[in-house]
Nanobody, 125 residues
Framework: QVQLVESGGGLVQAGGSLRLSCAAS????????MGWFRQAPGKEREFVAS???????????YYADSVKGRFTISRDNAKNTVYLQMNSLKPEDTAVYYC???????????????WGQGTQAVVSS
């Protein structure tokens, strides 16, 4: 049974940083897209970032415009884990962050085959 377990959320002041982790178990996802979505109160879930690192090429990363230059996604295929380093956080980054894994690209409109349970990040002003 596949499980995605997120950690690293919390409360931080504006300008601060958080690092989210998502550990996958149940199967290997080395050739899958792994990424993050978020959902703020009263808003729809939105794409944040994703990464693919197939064995035959280097890693590629994708970001929503709203987080480019502030967030960095990375992965460790040996640990089946994806990370999201969030710097220069703003109050509008407050949301529940969900880890997602998909065999195809993770995008604004895509779904995902696997989802984590979510981790809350709150950025105070």
């Amino acid at each position: 049974q596949v499980q995605l377990v997120e950690s690293g959320g919390g409360l931080v002041q504006a300008g601060g940083s958080l690092r989210l982790s998502c550990a996958a178990s149940g199967r290997t996802f080395s050739n899958y897209y792994m990424g993050w979505f978020r959902q703020a109160p009263g808003k729809e879930r939105e794409f944040v970032a994703s990464t693919i690192a197939p064995s035959w090429s280097g890693p590629r990363t994708y970001y929503a415009d709203s987080v480019k230059g502030r967030f960095t996604i990375s992965r460790d295929n040996a640990k089946n884990t994806v990370y999201l380093q969030m710097n220069s956080l703003k109050p509008e980054d407050t949301a529940v962050y969900y880890c997602a894994v998909n065999s195809g690209p993770l995008t604004v409109t895509s779904g995902a085959e696997y989802w984590g349970q979510g981790t809350q990040a709150v950025v105070s002003s």
